[in-house]
């Protein structure tokens, strides 16, 4: 009897152990982190004319600069720094195969001035894909209306100012 109570024991903590296994391999996110080395910030800088250039702001108080690196996909974007002169929002979409930005999946509003954070999606990116992150005005609502009074910024020659980022590939399983 007790050969069959011990036996009984160890099958159900063996079982158990492997629930545990399946859950954890099952729930973790199929993800890569980014390395330390080697990884590209992407800065699009705007000067006062709306004109705009590769690289940081330079120290121009007023300059409005936007910087994004690759990163894993997922349920939100990092936003490595943005510099503002006024309240604006971040928007991220996501990129068309012909290289052209797509659909809006989140936008966060920034305050005036240079701060990171996080833009919330709508829906998660997807492993080794391309996307582009843009700056829109704020007409002051605290509300995202792409199609309304929140306009996208533009370069003076009237091009979407936009900075490209790409996500990493997913971890072989």
């Known amino acids: ?11 159900f903590v063996a079982g158990l152990l492997i629930g545990l ?5 099952f729930f973790t996110p199929n993800t890569v982190d ?7 910030d992407r ?8 004109s705009t250039k590769a ?4 120290g121009q108080e007023d300059a409005i600069s936007l910087t994004v690196s690759d990163q894993s996909s997922g349920t939100s974007v990092a936003i490595k720094s943005v510099t503002l002169n006024e309240q604006a929002w971040v928007a991220v979409m996501e990129g068309r195969g012909d290289g052209k930005p797509g659909n809006i999946l989140g936008a966060q509003l920034f305050d005036k001035g240079t701060a ?9 990116t997807t492993p080794a894909r391309t996307y582009f992150v843009a700056i829109y005005t704020s007409d002051g609502d605290r509300t995202f209306e792409f199609k309304g009074d929140d306009t996208p910024l533009l370069s003076a020659d009237g091009e979407l ?4 980022f790409q996500t990493y590939p997913t971890s072989p399983r």
Request: charged fraction near 25%; hydrophobic fraction near 35%.
């Open 161 to 164: 100012i936009l900075v490209e």
């Open 1 to 11: 009897m007790r050969m069959k109570n011990n036996r009984e024991t160890l099958i």
């Open 116 to 124: 990171s954070g996080t833009v919330e999606l709508l829906r998660r």
């Open 21 to 25: 296994l399946g859950g954890y391999l």
């Open 43 to 50: 800065t699009e800088a705007i000067e006062e004319d709306g």
């Open 34 to 40: 980014a390395p330390d080395s080697g990884t590209q």
């Open 55 to 58: 690289g940081t702001a330079g």
